[in-house]
């Protein structure tokens, strides 16, 4: 599906997308910078998440491959989260076509806000390094929740998956900051690229703009994985938690008033 934009735009959100490629590589939560961008330049919903997943997938991958590298991810201890949330994936998105874009409308602003909140609110990550052990009772069963949920949110709507994952997998598995972002974006990775296939079938993307801000998340999450492991991710939090919130507040007022 086509949608003609002005080049000053196109450079704007590919702007943008640099900007959140970096901060979902630090600490999740790009999304909530590339969907309301997109909506806000005219893109009607299920196109604006189609296109958004194909850039997304961009930068997830090559921050997984990073986290990777950098022994801060182990894909034999998460087969199962890996599995359902390729199934949580396609539900969502699924789910998504069969929704009135009015509606989509007026519920990207609440779902943007709420998880720009609940980023800003929830508990800083801790730094200190901390043990799993993969063979405790029960670490299947959260696999397996946590697959089916954020797999199916990702590919609903998506803004803040990451920083849900981290976040997660923090509570869940008593991970430290690097390797909680490393799981979460092997796990963002896995439902973009599935989710991606879906609004694909569905003719929901915009491939050149999908590219485009594609190419800058890649080289804005490459810098931030690198960051991230030198630095952590706390420092960014206030700057785009604000933004969001400035522009989410914006598609609210016009899409309701």
Known sequence: MEFILEPNILLTLCAVAFIAGFIDAIAGGGGLLTIPALL???????????????????????ASITFYKKKLFKPRMWITALA????GAVLGTAAVNYLDPALLDKGLPIIILATAVYTLFSRKPSEQSQAMDSNEAGFNTRQTFQGLTLGFYDGFAGPGTGAFWTVSNMALYRLNILLASGMA????????ATSLATFIYLGHVNWLLGVSMGVCIMAGA????????RFGGAFIRPVFITVVIIIAADLAWKAWF
């Open 40 to 62: 806000t330049a005219g893109l009607p919903p299920h196109l604006a998440l189609g296109t958004n997943k194909l850039a997304a997938t961009f930068g997830s991958l090559t």
């Open 84 to 87: 359902t949330t390729f199934v």
């Open 185 to 192: 974006k092997a796990m963002n990775f896995v439902s973009n």
């Open 222 to 229: 490459l810098i931030g994985a690198h960051s991230a492991i």
